[in-house]
């Protein structure tokens, strides 16, 4: 996307709400109101704008400037973050994230972009009843997106020497890996896309869609909650809700509001979206899973001690990626993130503890995230409140995957020169010297009960099917059950994708976007 | 009656040992705490002091780094929920001692009267609990910790791991929307201040945050005095 016009920033300008200029309550009126800014809402708040219709986008965080950027990872998440960064599954415990800001969770992501393989549509079709929902059939809807973002993959000179050393090792065992593709334009390789690109090199939606879809016409109203979708017979008539202090958790609200709409979209993402249609008395729930089959990427870590500083500070947050074991269930990263998030995995007390963290400089961070599909969950809201509550549980088959994983990681380091590395499992040593004691992590010693995992990509709580019955939405993001609402997040893959889903997320939502256009 | 005199006295007793031991004579709190009480902050001293001792490789001490003012400004940002599941963790700690002691005589105190070895021993045996929910727990606490202590300027400097400077850059996304809490009417940009994109990668040697590299130039100058 090229800078806006200077008149027509001048005029976007004035279409942007924000906290300080809620003086009273308000109704409004529009063709769509979209709910969520994040990658998926911004991109059909966009679409539906530029196609000429009266767009409000929704969102219940503040935008952030590059001065409220907290570089501070721990008061970040407070930030930025629901809950506080702190959101626990039930179940199986696993931490997991939802931003609330302008732009979502591509405010604090690192960018990464991937399209799934044939394989993952061939099953979401074969089991979900879905005809459209292919390479074939979204491939358009990537190649626009990655031109609109500047998708490319991430060059060498911002990858930092902990990235290649991820691609070192992979060489060495003969594993194919490549560069990350990401929303982002002449990285700085700051490492600090967790906490807001600083160098605005990353297209965060508030910094890409946002500003175009103002742009096209649409208005934008931040620090409003959305609290109940208004319904009259099989249609919705718009959205209510309250206006909320940036920072306050949902509980600073103040002024009410109410919006009248021909079409409504919600992109609250995969654990809201399915609340707010809770909260809105049970709506668009005949089928029965509204909140069901909440599925995760578990993701595992292992940290890699090299024997000199390779500057781990620098370079892209996360740079390179395999995904030659994705039939097996899993896709390989590099990570990076602020140290001191890093280091609450690091085993010890007192001055062992403070010798790992001495040895930062020379750590990196390898990751995996898996396929699980069987290991299912679901969201239902908490009593009088619109946070969720996620209940989750790893299943067996998939704990296996991950500690595959975790082994092929383990080789990966020690093929690159890493002279121990922490595979922070519960139950095993704190410290693995080679590869032959590493073996052990692909042993029965690793308990399902001893995985120390994080599951920020979230699915299916709202899922997409060709029969009304087993499914919310149909192939087009309609609900089944009403003639103008629609869901547009993660929410409503059928599965979880293999890969990172945000790609995913927003060529379904501008194919969505372009539907909804033709038939308003 | 007699009976249920003595039990009336050994429930008083008792009531007063609980008292004594877990909740009076804690030192008053450091000023500038916004969230946490004095025996709260008397336990966070407590666990830092054991967690991130002076002379441990690092930059600074769990003291030095101010990790009870830390840990308050993050206890003060978290939601309401989140920041009583905390303090209840902190009390859960603090005062299982007087249930659990250690295995050194005059264990039965709260955690941070007592002596650092016997505070370490607790830590270690929690951290390596045969239950994963006590592991967890210990987890979490320490979570809390790590971010505090490893969070301060001083450490992260001292590390080489600082935020880079960049230098300041204006967007589309800079003239659209104000600061958080700011009126547009403050937005100090229009289109003619949008800076061009920077397009070379940071210098892996070059220059840190301000804030941080002045953490260093303060951290240097107490080194000079303890030295002098």
């Known amino acids: 996307m090229s800078p806006l016009a200077a008149a027509q920033l001048a005029v976007a300008r004035e279409r942007v709400r924000v906290f300080a200029q809620y003086d009273r309550a308000f109704e409004e009126r529009c063709d769509v109101v979209v709910v969520g800014s994040g990658p998926s809402g911004s991109v059909a708040a966009y679409e539906l704008a530029a196609a000429g219709h009266d767009v409000i986008l929704l969102e219940e965080g503040p ?3 590059t001065r409220d950027l907290e570089l501070d990872g721990n008061l970040s998440m407070t930030r930025t973050m629901r809950e506080g960064g702190l959101r626990m599954t039930r179940g199986t415990t696993m931490p997991t994230m939802q931003a609330v800001a302008l732009g979502g969770g591509s405010l604090v992501n690192s960018a990464i972009c991937v399209r799934p393989p044939d394989a993952v549509f061939d099953r979401w079709a074969a089991r979900y009843d879905l005809d459209r929902t292919d390479r074939a059939h979204l491939d358009p809807h990537f190649d626009a997106i990655a031109d609109f973002l500047g998708i490319a993959p991430t060059p060498d000179e911002a990858q930092g020497k902990r990235n290649l050393l991820f691609r070192e090792g992979c060489n060495a065992l003969g594993i194919p890996s490549e560069p990350i593709a990401r929303n982002v334009r002449h990285c700085r390789g700051s490492g600090e896309c967790f906490t807001g690109c600083r160098s605005r090199a990353k297209q965060s939606m508030d910094v890409s869609y946002v500003p175009a879809a103002l742009a096209a016409g649409a208005r934008v109203f931040t620090s409003v909650q959305v609290q109940e979708i208004r319904r009259s017979g099989r249609r919705v008539t718009g959205v209510s809700g309250q206006v909320v202090a940036p920072f306050s958790h949902g509980r600073g609200t103040s002024h009410a509001f109410r919006i009248e709409a021909r079409a409504v979209v919600l992109a609250a993402g995969c654990t809201a979206t399915p609340v707010l249609l809770q909260h809105s008395g049970d709506l668009a729930n005949a089928s029965g899973q509204v909140g069901r089959n909440l599925q995760f990427h578990p993701g595992v870590a292992i940290a890699g001690v090299f024997p000199e500083a390779i500057d781990s500070q620098f370079g892209a ?10 039939d097996e269930g899993f896709k390989l990263e590099t990570l990076w993130a602020p140290p001191p998030l890093l280091a609450i995995r690091f085993p010890g007390i007192g001055a062992d503890l403070q010798a790992r963290f001495a040895e930062l400089p020379q750590i990196a961070i390898f990751d995996a995230i898996a396929s699980a599909n069987r290991s299912l969950g679901r ?15 790893l299943h067996p088959d998939d704990a296996q995957i991950l500690r595959r994983a975790l082994h092929v990681i383990s080789q990966i380091f020690f093929a690159a020169g890493a002279k121990k590395i922490l595979p922070g499992v519960g139950g095993l040593p704190d410290v693995l010297h080679s590869a032959d004691e590493a073996a052990i992590l692909d042993s029965s010693a690793v308990k399902p009960s001893g995985l120390v995992m994080g599951g920020n990509h979230v699915f299916c709580t709202t899922r997409m099917h060709g029969d009304p019955k087993r499914g919310v939405v149909d192939e087009d993001g309609r609900c089944h059950d009403f003639d103008n609402l629609y869901i547009a997040d993660t929410g409503i893959f059928p599965q979880c994708p293999s890969v990172n889903p945000m790609f995913t997320g927003m060529a379904l939502a501008r194919r969505q976007a372009r539907t909804l256009s033709e038939r308003l | 009656m007699l009976t249920g005199f003595l039990l009336v006295v050994l429930a008083a007793g008792l009531s007063l040992f609980v008292h004594r031991r877990g909740f009076v004579g804690y030192a008053p709190a450091p000023a500038g705490l916004a969230v946490l009480h004095r025996g709260e902050a008397a336990f966070v001293y407590a666990v830092a002091e054991v967690l991130f001792p002076a002379g441990g490789g690092m930059a600074l001490s769990g003291a030095e780094a101010g990790v009870a003012h830390a840990v308050d400004r993050h206890l003060a940002a978290l939601p309401r929920a989140q920041r009583i599941q905390i303090r209840l963790l902190f009390h859960l700690i603090e005062h299982l001692t007087l249930l659990l002691p250690g295995h050194e005589p005059g264990g039965r105190q709260r955690f941070s009267s007592l002596s650092a070895a016997a505070r370490v021993d607790l830590l270690e045996r929690l ?21 505090a202590y490893l969070g301060h300027p001083g450490n992260l400097e001292g590390l080489g791991l600082a935020p880079f400077e960049i230098d300041p850059v204006v967007t589309d996304a800079e003239v659209l929307f104000p600061r958080v809490g700011a009126l547009p009417s403050s937005i100090p940009w229009d289109a003619t201040d949008r800076t061009e994109p920077v397009c070379t990668p940071l210098d892996p040697e070059g220059p840190r945050h301000p804030a941080y590299a002045r953490a260093a130039v303060a951290r240097a100058g107490r080194s000079g005095r303890a030295g002098s």
């Open chain 1, 63 to 65: 935008p952030f400037t």
């Open chain 1, 379 to 393: 969201v239902r809201k908490r009593f009088r409140s619109l946070q969720p509550v996620l209940e989750w549980r």
């Open chain 1, 317 to 326: 947050t996360q740079g390179y990626q395999s995904l030659a074991f994705l």
């Open chain 2, 127 to 147: 951290a390596n609990h045969r239950r994963s929910l006590i592991r967890l727990l210990f987890t979490a606490l320490r979570s809390v910790f790590v971010l």
